[in-house]
């Protein structure tokens, strides 16, 4: 071996995928076998963020969970909607030094980006860049805008942004907030109006390093995924 090599590049990285979840059983007995299977020459873990309170679904909040509970033993984090299979090569879960956008092929958006800016579906970051960040907003309840104010706070900490061709087939659900029948539900309204006033100073606030929450119970799926039930 050539002693000027730094041990840490030559010692794989642990991916910690990490799954928000609720009330989509059918969905997660296709996506756990899928995606052991897709990822077989990866190291890896998936970790399955269940809420069980009532409140709203809150996506970026349960993500921000997934990364505390597991970035001790990872070195980076991919956020993956349940609902999307990936179809190509699984070398775009290698590691990256960057925020990186995944889900930019996928059947339900006619095989391309829900639209120009997308960061949603499927993202992966290093654990730095994440830190850096202060990690998602915890106030987007209900559907919509926590991917692009996650986008925004890339952006403005001056992160380069990357996206790998990711080819994603989809699992059927009903419509989402604001495209069931055209009608704008109250919650992605004041989303979309949480993520125009978002600025650099409640970044700082409101991530990482305001995050609360409970893990009611731990339970092993299988040797790599674990689901955390937890409260919000
Ligand atoms: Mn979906």
Same mark, same amino acid.
């Given at each position: 071996?050539?002693?000027? $090599?730094?041990? $840490?590049?030559?010692?794989?990285?642990?991916?910690?995928?990490?799954?928000?979840?609720?009330?989509?059983?059918?969905?997660?007995?296709?996506?756990?076998?899928?995606?052991?299977?897709?990822?077989?020459?990866?190291?890896?873990?998936?970790?399955?963020?269940? !809420?069980?309170?009532?409140?709203?679904? +809150?996506? /970026? %909040?349960l993500l921000n969970i997934g990364f505390d509970l597991t970035h001790?033993?990872?070195?980076?984090?991919?956020?993956h909607d349940i609902d999307m299979l990936p179809e190509c090569d699984? !070398?775009?879960?290698?590691? #990256?030094?960057?925020?990186?956008?995944?889900?930019?092929? *996928?059947?339900?958006?006619?095989?391309?980006? /829900?639209?120009?800016?997308?960061?949603?579906? *499927?993202?992966?970051?290093?654990?730095?860049?994440?830190? %850096? *960040?202060?990690?998602?907003? +915890?106030?987007?309840?209900?559907?919509?805008?926590?991917?692009?104010?996650?986008?925004?706070?890339?952006? +403005?900490?001056n992160l380069q942004i990357y996206r790998r061709l990711g080819k994603?087939?989809?699992?059927?659900?009903?419509?989402?907030?604001? $495209?069931?029948?055209?009608?704008?539900?109250?919650? #992605?309204?004041?989303?979309?109006?949480?993520?125009?006033?978002?600025?650099?100073? #409640?970044?700082?606030?409101?991530?990482?390093?305001?995050? !609360?929450?409970?893990?009611?119970?731990? !339970?092993?799926?299988?040797?790599?995924? #674990?689901?955390?039930? *937890?409260?919000?």
């Amino acid at each position: 071996m050539d002693h000027n $090599t730094a041990y $840490t590049e030559v010692v794989a990285k642990n991916l910690s995928l990490i799954v928000p979840y609720r009330n989509r059983d059918e969905h997660l007995n296709i996506f756990i076998p899928y995606m052991n299977k897709y990822l077989n020459n990866i190291n890896y873990s998936i970790n399955i963020i269940e !809420q069980i309170d009532n409140k709203p679904f +809150n996506r /970026a %909040k349960l993500l921000n969970i997934g990364f505390d509970l597991t970035h001790k033993k990872h070195d980076y984090f991919c956020f993956h909607d349940i609902d999307m299979l990936p179809e190509c090569d699984n !070398q775009i879960y290698s590691y #990256t030094e960057y925020p990186t956008h995944l889900a930019t092929y *996928v059947e339900q958006f006619n095989w391309g980006l /829900a639209y120009g800016e997308y960061f949603g579906g *499927v993202t992966l970051i290093d654990k730095n860049s994440f830190i %850096k *960040v202060n990690g998602f907003s +915890n106030d987007y309840w209900g559907w919509g805008a926590e991917d692009d104010d996650f986008l925004k706070r890339c952006k +403005n900490s001056n992160l380069q942004i990357y996206r790998r061709l990711g080819k994603y087939k989809s699992l059927y659900h009903k419509p989402n907030g604001d $495209t069931s029948g055209g009608i704008v539900s109250a919650d #992605t309204l004041k989303n979309r109006e949480l993520f125009r006033n978002a600025t650099t100073e #409640t970044y700082k606030l409101n991530g990482l390093s305001n995050l !609360q929450y409970s893990v009611e119970c731990e !339970q092993k799926i299988d040797n790599k995924t #674990t689901l955390y039930k *937890v409260k919000i």
